[in-house]
């Protein structure tokens, strides 16, 4: 093991050991020893150790608020011959100056940065410049920003096409066919005498059924608008169990509250719209223009669609506006409890350190304790439910 205090030159598989000594010291809050380890490796040979020295000389400087100091070591790891990690460099330094209200400073850092950074890099890099050419009032350059962010970045939404293309299928053969639309309802609507029976699964199947062709149409282009921002934004595990969830609170709902059976994916479709809604104003995530503009009316959308459900209501059609309001209750609750996966204006240029990449175990508890509130709801409302029909 090698002696941070030993002189003379070190070899590159001694400088790799304190190197990671110097990490793990990081690691464990001992920053002003950790400062040390990374000091020895200053000039190194290597200049991949040399600019990783001086990342870590910046991050304990910024830990043992010395900005001024922090400031210094990324200009010179930023400076540095170009490595693996200059990027990193240019990233830590553009941030720094967001944060000292430099945003030109910022935006030619970011520049820098997203020129040297990983594929996998450049999307979020990409939105960081798009929002800081929109601050400058850079319109034009904004919106390449945000479409290379889009481009680069954006996952395809493969279960909202899965969604669309199973529920389209099934909705098609139902309208082609009475007999084949009385099965597919014995098989998935939602039959609250059957819930009452065990079925709990109608409440989630019921998104596949549809009352004909303008009920499936309506529902089906929703979905194929919120659902990809949705997704993109987190993924396509949580977006399936956030589709999952809402169908299944919109469906408690109308199974509490209205006495008629019910199809259609409208409640879960209002969940997403729900997420999107309370997402957009807690975490505000970077987005591109598609997706802004978009984003821009979801309210005036769920509004609209709520008065125009309830008019129809009150009109004498059969409208489950009791699963729209469960769906975007559930929605809004998820959207606050769960932080997008990409960068937002709230992390996107925060302190070293200060943002990890996953949830700390504060905001992680409090979103399982969240989620078992909503669980604990709908458990509370199948008992309601079950009560009245048995």
Not at 141 to 153: V, W, Y
Not at 198 to 203: D, K, M, T, V
Not at 362 to 370: D, F, I, N, Q, R
Not at 371 to 389: Q, S, Y
Request: hydrophobic share 50%; net charge neutral; proline share 4%.
């Amino acid at each position: 093991m090698s002696d941070p205090n030993q002189p003379g030159p070190l070899d590159r598989a001694a400088a790799a050991d304190l190197l990671a000594r110097a990490d793990a010291l990081v690691g464990s809050g001992e920053f002003a020893v950790a400062e040390s380890y990374y000091g020895r490796l200053i000039g190194a040979g290597d200049a991949t150790i040399h600019v990783a020295a001086l990342l870590g000389i910046a991050e304990c400087r910024y830990r043992l608020d010395d900005e001024p100091g922090a400031r210094a070591a990324w200009e010179s790891a930023a400076g540095a011959p170009e490595t693996a990690l200059s990027w990193l460099a240019w990233k830590r330094l553009a941030a720094d100056r967001v944060r000292a209200g430099d945003l030109r400073g910022a935006l030619d850092a970011y520049r820098q940065a997203e020129a040297r950074a990983p594929a996998d890099e450049r999307a979020e890099l990409a939105s960081r410049l798009g929002w800081l050419n929109k601050e400058l009032g850079n319109g034009n350059a904004a919106e390449r920003a945000f479409g290379r962010a889009r481009r680069s970045g954006a996952p395809t939404p493969i279960v909202t096409w899965a969604l669309l293309a199973v529920t389209i299928g099934i909705g098609f053969s139902s309208i082609l066919s009475p007999d084949s639309q009385a099965f597919w309802f014995t098989l998935f609507g939602l039959d609250k005498q059957a819930v009452a029976g065990g079925e709990l699964y109608r409440l989630f199947t019921v998104v596949f059924v549809h009352a004909g062709l303008i009920h499936l149409a309506g529902n089906m282009y929703a979905l194929y608008l919120v659902g990809p921002l949705v997704e993109g934004l987190y993924g396509h595990t949580r977006f399936l169990a956030f589709y999952v969830f809402t169908a299944i609170a919109a469906s408690t709902a109308s199974y509490v509250l209205v006495h008629e059976d019910a199809v259609g994916a409208s409640g879960a479709i209002f969940g997403l719209f729900g997420v999107l809604f309370v997402v957009l104003r807690v975490h505000r995530p970077l987005l591109g223009r598609a997706a802004r503009n978009l984003a821009s009316q979801v309210g005036a959308l769920i509004v609209l669609n709520l008065i125009l459900g309830f008019g129809l209501m009150g009109a004498g059609f059969g409208i489950d506006n009791a699963a729209h309001v469960g769906g975007l209750l559930a929605g809004a609750w998820l959207g606050l409890l769960i932080a997008p996966r990409m960068a937002t204006l709230r992390n996107a240029f925060a302190r070293p350190g200060t943002a990890p990449e996953g949830p700390g175990t504060t905001a992680l508890l409090v979103s399982v304790a969240g989620i078992l509130a909503l669980l604990a709801a709908i458990g509370f409302g199948l008992v309601l439910g079950t009560a009245a029909r048995v």
